[in-house]
């Protein structure tokens, strides 16, 4: 069978600590269906399947979910669950929905739709009763000798008032009864060839047109009614040629005379056709469109606009210039499958094969409210050259140039104003700055030789001059303390040998502004040793930073300080340049740079967290910590007593390899600021769409960002020059119908329990991973058939293969909720486990409370670079597969807390490893 490995994972405890509450993605589904078994019947409880078909039906959506219909209320208010759900498809996916006529539902009105998919056809009446929605049979399901590509209702069908036109998989026009369940009569196509899309154009059998998309990459254009040859086939009217990949998707706009077509080569293209049943004999190509990064699936012809939808999860919409006015993104995985439009709400849904369904608004396309300028900086009248720059605010730009000048930019009045000037900033300044609640401007300059200038945008005259060390300032940073005076704030300067002082700052106008030095912490020894970031906890007594290196650190700054400094105070005070009177008190007041012996280190340290490129920010939200990194993660945090405790590490997307900080919205949106490659990007955790991708150069440079109410800016240094990119406030106008699943095939699933909410309502609890990377922790309501992701794991850097849970507390059980310890395995021989915790929560749509904890990791490349002699050894693959798990507690160990757990892997390579 192959070599028994023994291995070991580090050790943890199963009794973990108070967790992190994971925001919840909420969204719902519920299905009823039966399934065949030989010897049993199963009734199926949930179906999650691709949303492969969609179309508006008066103020509903209604959205084909592999075999079964879902019915979705539109409207601002709307729930993001199903108001009606029936199976209507056995076996076959839907493809595809027809209302009859088109009519505005309201009151107590019906329809008729017609379904199809495969090879399958069924008739259903949606019928609306005082605000409840029906859904009944009138003609059953029906299996067809091939497959439907489309369908179309006819009028004036003097056989049976319920007929339909087929277009089927190899090029040929059925005229169907439903009511009969019979073909009544079908027409093939001298093209003899399998389709890959059809479009029918027509409401009577004499004028029906078909135009087919062909294996040939052709666009065959037929009438059923022309007369046949002698074997029975009709002769086609027109061939169109110019695509180079097959044919997905064929839309006809009457208005326009446009016929569109989309294909496997990423392109559109728009045809003038003029009249479908005049055809000349060459037809012009109007329009190519690219812009899909791969398979256009479905094209859409609107009056002012197009709308496409690919492969590469994108729905783009272009205008009759073949420009793209709005991307949306916002699905995951493999791609739209599915798009209808309300024209009237200017509304566009899409579904995707991740099981989703998202509404976008796109009214009004050409007035985005944005512009990218460049501010023309450099003039014989100032001086310099732009090195930092500063946004306060959304209107006031503040630069520092290297003749050490600070330059002021009015963004309302477009003007440029020269704020102070000292030569001892020139070459090398750093800028900081800081909005006051009051409306006036805190700011901080450092230079080369250990000198800080602390000033007041509205009184810069009565500037602060502080040399507080001997080397040159490594970085400044502005943090407000809960309780502080609102005309008060914090600011941290780091020094020569990782002296990192507290200063704090009152700026009272009328009155001189007061710099009290409050304390003096130490930094750990590394090459790079100065802070980047600096945030105070909620409660006040610890202050968090993080710095060059990548590590977080946590210092104490309530307790007093001893009598010892205080003595060592007395002989000495910062040095002066001009009239700065250092308050008295709890504060540190000596020359940094020869009593660093004074300085404190911190209580809690967590060395190289983000790896070397360095920490860019740290925030407090919601009772937790979160910080971010170069290293493209940004991570979750507790502060336990007084330990930095890490819970959670989080990816935002694929190619954001650099974060620059978090923005948490009171709706409960998180949103990241990055940069990918050369590009600033705002990305939205929650919707996982990209809201704003700017090509400024990339973040080594100087730049800026800030967010008000009406409008967003981003700032930044480039060829000696300032540009400035200013948006107005237009929100996505992004809805969530239906939230995603996975956006790959999924490849395990396992029970974690079921336990009661406050509501008695039983939920159980699954993981399920996929081939995307992802772990999803999902609970499923039995009572009203109802699915929430509770939350999202993407630990993994390959296709997560096996999943294995062992319920840890009792206790916990008892009082009504789950502990257990998770263990998900993959690609690229990775091993992940986490503790999460279940309890009931009033307050959430599930009635569940999830709190994860990552506990520890594992992969066989790392274990083999820490291995001694390895050279003696058969080197372990780093790309072997875990393929299946299984995990079990095994005895009491007196040392621990709580049982060992052991863990059985079966790998790709034919070996069992065991942990």
């Excluded at 669950?81 to 088109?102: A, D, M, R, Y």
């Excluded at 056989?159 to 036109?165: G, H, K, L, Q």
């Excluded at 009709?234 to 016929?259: D, W």
């Excluded at 499958?337 to 200017?346: I, N, Y």
Aim: hydrophobic residues 40%; glycine residues 10%; aromatic residues 8%.
């Amino acid at each position: 069978m192959g070599i028994v490995v023994r291995e070991r994972l580090k050790r943890f405890s199963l009794v973990t600590p108070k967790m992190s509450a994971s925001p919840c993605i909420r969204g719902k589904e519920s299905a009823r269906g039966l399934i065949s078994h030989p010897s049993a019947t199963m009734e199926a409880e949930l179906l999650l399947a691709p949303i492969t078909a969609l179309e508006i039906i008066g103020d509903h959506l209604v959205a084909g979910e592999g075999p079964n219909i879902a019915v979705y209320t539109l409207g601002p208010d709307a729930v993001r669950s199903p108001t009606c759900f029936k199976q209507v498809l056995h076996h076959c996916n839907i493809h595809g929905i027809k209302e009859q006529q088109n009519l505005a539902l309201g009151g107590n009105e019906a329809t008729t739709l017609a379904v199809f998919g495969g090879k399958g056809l069924v008739v259903i009446e949606f019928g609306l009763q005082n605000s409840t929605i029906t859904l009944t049979e009138l003609f059953p399901f029906c299996e067809l000798h091939d497959w439907i590509w489309d369908l179309q209702w006819l009028e004036g069908c003097t056989e049976t008032p319920s007929c339909v036109a087929l277009a089927l998989g190899h090029n040929s026009v059925a005229l169907y009864d439903c009511a009969g369940q019979r073909i009544l009569q079908e027409v093939h196509c001298q093209e003899k060839c399998i389709l890959y899309s059809a479009h029918l154009v027509g409401s009577r059998w004499d004028s029906l047109v078909l135009v087919a998309g062909t294996v040939f990459n052709q666009l065959v254009i037929w009438c059923a009614a022309d007369p046949a040859d002698d074997t029975g086939r009709v002769r086609p009217r027109s061939r169109i040629s110019g695509h180079q990949g097959v044919i997905f998707s064929i839309c006809y706009l009457e208005s326009k005379s446009v016929l569109a077509s989309a294909s496997d080569d990423r392109s559109l293209r728009l045809w003038d056709v003029s009249n479908l049943r005049e055809l000349p004999a060459h037809v012009p190509c109007l329009l190519v469109c690219y812009g899909h990064q791969s398979r256009v699936w479905s094209v859409r012809l609107l009056n002012d606009c197009i709308i496409s939808i690919g492969e590469d999860s994108a729905c783009l919409v272009w205008n009759y210039q073949g420009e793209i006015v709005r991307s949306f993104r916002g699905h995951q995985g493999r791609g739209l499958r599915a798009v209808a439009v309300h024209e009237a709400q200017g509304c566009v849904f899409t579904g995707g094969a991740d099981s989703g369904i998202r509404c976008w608004d796109f009214k009004g396309l050409r007035t985005t409210g944005s512009s990218l300028l460049q501010l023309n900086f450099p003039s014989p009248q100032r001086k310099g050259l732009p090195r930092a720059v500063k946004l306060a605010g959304t209107g006031l730009l503040l630069t520092v140039t290297d003749a050490g000048a600070v330059y002021s930019y009015d963004l309302t009045l477009k003007a440029w104003t020269l704020t102070l000037e000292d030569a001892a900033y020139q070459s090398y300044s750093l800028l900081e700055v800081y909005d006051l609640p009051g409306g006036d401007v805190l700011c901080a300059m450092g230079n080369i030789s250990g000198w800080v200038k602390i000033f007041c945008l509205c009184h810069p005259t009565q500037a602060k001059d502080l040399q507080l060390y001997e080397e040159k300032v490594h970085s400044l940073s502005w943090s407000p303390r809960p309780g502080q005076d609102l005309d008060t704030c914090s600011l941290f300067v780091s020094g020569s040998a990782g002296v990192l002082l507290w200063l704090e700052v009152s700026c009272r106008p009328p009155d001189a502004m007061t710099v009290a030095a409050k304390r003096c912490f130490l930094l750990p020894p590394c090459k790079q040793r100065w802070h980047t970031c600096s945030a105070f906890l909620p409660q006040g007594d610890f202050l968090l930073c993080g710095d060059r290196r990548g590590s977080l650190m946590l210092f104490a700054c309530g307790t007093p300080l001893d009598s010892r400094h205080e003595k060592a105070s007395e002989g000495g005070g910062l040095a002066d340049r001009g009239s700065v009177a250092l308050s008295p008190g709890p504060g540190l007041d000596f020359p940094i740079g020869r009593e660093e012996s004074h300085a404190e280190g911190p209580v809690s340290l967590i060395f190289g967290l983000h790896g070397k490129t360095g920490v860019t920010s740290v925030a407090c939200h919601g009772g937790f910590i979160y910080s971010t990194g170069r290293d493209g993660c940004y991570r979750q945090l507790q502060v336990l007593g007084r330990e930095l405790r890490v819970l959670r590490k989080q990816k935002p997307c694929k190619g954001l390899e650099w974060l620059e900080g978090l923005r948490f919205s009171s709706e409960g949106s998180t949103r990241v600021l990055g940069f990918h490659g050369a590009h600033f990007v705002l990305w939205d955790a929650n919707s996982n769409e990209t809201l704003l991708s700017i090509p400024c150069g990339g973040g080594h440079r100087s730049w800026s960002y800030t967010r008000g109410l009406s409008v967003e800016t981003f700032a930044y240094v480039r060829s000696g020059d300032v540009a400035v990119y200013q948006r107005r406030d237009a929100p996505s106008g992004q809805r969530v119908l239906k939230e995603s699943l996975h956006g790959r095939e999924l490849t395990c699933v396992c029970h974690v329990g079921t336990l009661k909410t406050s509501r008695q309502d039983l939920v159980s609890v699954f993981a399920t991973g996929s081939e995307d990377s992802t772990v999803n922790i999902l609970a499923f309501g039995a009572q009203f058939h109802t699915l929430t992701q509770l939350t999202a794991i993407r630990d993994h850097i390959s296709s997560v293969r096996a999943l294995a849970v062992m319920e840890s507390s009792a206790i916990l059980r008892e009082a009504g909720g789950i502990s257990a310890i998770l263990f998900s395995a993959g690609g690229r021989a990775q091993i992940e486990c986490y503790g999460l915790r279940l309890s009931p929560d009033r307050g959430s749509s599930s009635g569940v409370l999830c709190q994860l904890v990552h506990l520890a990791s594992h992969r066989l490349d790392e274990q083999w670079d820490r291995m001694k002699n390895r050279h003696k050894l058969i080197k372990m693959d780093p790309e072997t597969r875990y393929m299946s798990i299984a995990v079990l507690a095994g005895p009491q160990d007196a040392e621990l807390p709580s049982p060992l757990l052991f863990l059985a892997t079966a790998c790709s390579d034919g070996s069992v490893r065991c942990y």
